[in-house]
Antibody, heavy 118, light 107 residues
Framework: EVQLVESGGGLVQPGGSLRLSCAAS????????LHWVRQAPGKGLVWVSR????????TYADSVKGRFTISRDNAKNTVYLQMNSLRAEDTAVYYC???????????WGQGTTVTVSS | ESVLTQSPGTLSLSPGDRATLSCRAS???????LAWYQQKPGQAPRLLIY???SRATVIPDRFSGSGSGTDFTLTISRLEPEDFAVYYC????????FGQGTKLEIK
């Protein structure tokens, strides 16, 4: 079964850090671009970051540039999102998703919740 | 940077009705990279349509997508109870971009 499973969310104080992980299974992980997409409570979907199949081309939304770092370990079939200098507005469910044919996001994880609050 | 505007914000219909959801881009986008997603409460989004008009795997044929340039449409020909959800359009460009969503609710 093709699957993405996120972990690492939690409660963190403003200015703090978290590292999210997304473990993949059931497909050739190293062949696909991976994305992180977030959804604040009651709001819509917002793209956060993506990484190319070999990790050489990370890209970020302006709102997280310089604070978040995406990376991947193809040997472990895992993509990561290191989040530093967290702000209240980073509070959201974070989804890991696969970039499939014609770059459509065709597989999604169940999401992990990040809450930034003092 | 293109903006995707979905309309209406909320659509109230009954099972068996036809639903037409609109997604308008502020500048011409490549339709090859236009997708639609469905999201139900408490669930992750699900890919419905890619390349503006191709149905994703196991998506029923009552869902169809059309459009090009700046105007795109998701049509659900005959609503089933499980179709009431929020729908997002998305374009994959320099920065992937989502519309703000259309909530399809039971009338």
């Amino acid at each position: 079964e093709v699957q993405l499973v996120e972990s690492g969310g939690g409660l963190v104080q403003p200015g703090g850090s978290l590292r999210l992980s997304c473990a993949a299974s059931g497909f050739s992980f190293s062949s696909y671009w991976l994305h992180w997409v977030r959804q604040a409570p009651g709001k819509g979907l917002v793209w956060v970051s993506r990484v190319s199949h070999d990790g050489s081309t990370p890209t970020y939304a302006d709102s997280v540039k310089g604070r978040f770092t995406i990376s991947r370990d193809n040997a472990k079939n895992t993509v990561y999102l290191q989040m530093n200098s967290l702000r209240a507005e980073d509070t959201a469910v974070y989804y890991c998703t696969r970039g499939g044919f014609q770059h459509a996001m065709d597989v999604w994880g169940q999401g992990t919740t990040v809450t930034v609050s003092s | 940077e293109s903006v995707l505007t979905q309309s209406p914000g909320t659509l109230s219909l009954s099972p068996g009705d036809r639903a037409t959801l609109s997604c308008r881009a502020s500048q011409t986008v490549n339709s090859n990279f236009l997708a639609w997603y469905q999201q139900k409460p408490g669930q992750a989004p699900r890919l419905l349509i890619y390349g503006a008009s191709s149905r994703a795997t196991v998506i029923p044929d009552r869902f169809s997508g059309s459009g090009s340039g700046t105007d795109f449409t998701l049509t659900i020909s005959r609503l089933e109870p499980e179709d009431f959800a929020v729908y997002y359009c998305q374009h994959y460009g320099t920065s992937p971009l989502f519309g703000q969503g259309t909530k399809l609710e039971i009338k």
